[in-house]
Every structure is written in C-alpha cells, then in structure tokens.
C-alpha cells in the first residue's frame, strides 16, 4: 500500500521567512500529487496539483512545489510566509487503484504557525 | 464558484445510535468520497462512489457504514451502531473525473459520539 510521509509535524515561523515543507511518497508508478491547505476552522482546499510536465508547479497564495520522482518527493515553499498562512497543510498522492476511482491517500499533516 | 456543502456541521449522537450525514457535491461531478479525520491524526481514506456504486472502500469502512446518493444531488453516509471511535470530522468530496481533475471538499461534519 502506498504511504505519504511528512517530516514536519508544527513549523514555526517569523513573518517573511522562507518555507519548506517536506513530503515523500512510497508508490512507484504513475502518481498524482497534491498540496492541501486548512485553514482554522475550515474545510480542505487545493493549494496545487502535479498530473505531468513541468516538476515545477506553482499553485496560489504564492506557493509552489516540486515534484523530484529520483526522491519520490514534492516539497512545498514559499519564499516569504506571511501571518496569515498560517494553517495545517496536508500532502496527498492519487494513483490508478484497482477500484480506478483515484482515492487520494493523504500525509499527517504540517501544522504551520507564522508569527507576526 | 461552486462548493461542496455538508450539513450539519455538527453531530452529537449517542452510542449505539444511527447518524446520517448530509453532502451536496457540486453539481456536474461524477465521483464521490467520503474521508475522514480522528482529531490529532490523519485524513483517512472511507469510501468512493461512481455511477450509483461503490467503487472502493477502505478497511475502516465496515458493514456498519453505508453510502447512497437517493436523488441525484444528495450523497450520504449513514453510520449505524455508532461507537465512540467513530468521533471524526467527516469529509466529502467530488471530483468532475478521474483524469486531471482535482478533490473538491465540504466545510465537514464533527461527529461527536457520547
């Protein structure tokens, strides 16, 4: 079965610091990858997707992440973090199950907690 | 843009005792989950839907749960005899297709079992 690891439990941050956020995969064949981000009290939203192309993807709020398939990896950044990103941020992978519904298989989650 | 909608938002239910939960995809998706997240842990895989069947479930999902879409825009996951473990937010989602097409997920349900 596959598994998404991520090294980070609470990030803590000042304003304008730069972010990493670590995430590894454990499926070797054609995954989908993606980046969701959870705002206090609300639902689980798309911060950026990786289907084919360019390992390099930027996604909104000024994100981006990069798909390394050597590493089985696609770490988040962003170059200047503000207060307001702060939030719980989920990496997920999605391959071709047998069900063939794609089911997304989501890491533990990145508390990020960005001091102002 | 179009959203997910779940209701309610919070669900307080006695052991033992039948809970359904309420999502509305968005309207011109195909497939449908369910997940869920234990507090303090992972969002956690429960079922997919497709085409008026389950496409897929995980272990968690067992013969005390059961989903059904009764009209064409609502999707719901019934829990019968709940245990306390089951406490969760519980999550739907829609997707429009399999290929390049990102989850959509509702605000969740807290369930809360007493």
């Known amino acids: 079965a596959q598994s998404v690891s991520q090294h980070n439990h609470h990030v803590i941050l000042s304003e304008a610091a730069s972010l990493e956020l670590g995430c590894n995969y454990s499926?070797?064949?054609?995954?989908?990858l993606f980046w969701y981000v959870q705002y206090p009290g609300q639902h689980l939203q798309l911060l950026l997707k990786?289907?084919?192309?360019?390992?390099l993807v930027k996604g909104i709020k000024g994100f981006e992440a990069e798909f390394i398939k050597s590493k089985f990896s696609f770490n988040l950044r962003k170059p200047s973090v503000q207060w307001s990103d702060t939030a719980e941020y989920f990496c997920a992978v999605s391959h071709l199950s047998s069900g063939s519904a794609r089911q997304l298989t989501f890491g533990s989650g990145t508390q990020l907690t960005v001091l102002p | 843009e179009p959203e997910v909608t779940q209701t309610p938002s919070h669900q307080v239910t006695q052991m033992g005792q039948e809970v359904i939960l309420r999502c509305v995809p968005i309207s011109n998706h195909l497939y449908f989950y369910w997940y869920r997240q234990i507090l303090g842990q992972k969002v956690e895989f429960l079922v997919s839907?497709?085409?008026?069947?389950?496409?897929?479930k995980s272990e968690i999902f067992d013969d005390r749960f059961s989903v059904e879409r009764p009209d064409g825009s609502n999707f719901t996951l019934k829990i019968r005899s709940t245990k306390l473990e089951d406490s969760a937010m519980y999550f739907c989602a829609s997707r429009l297709n399999q290929q390049n097409s990102p989850l959509h997920f509702g605000n969740g349900t807290r369930l809360t079992v007493t």
């Open positions: 839907f497709y085409n008026n069947e389950i496409s897929e």
């Open positions: 990786y289907f084919s192309g360019d390992p």
């Open positions: 499926y070797g064949g054609t995954v989908n």
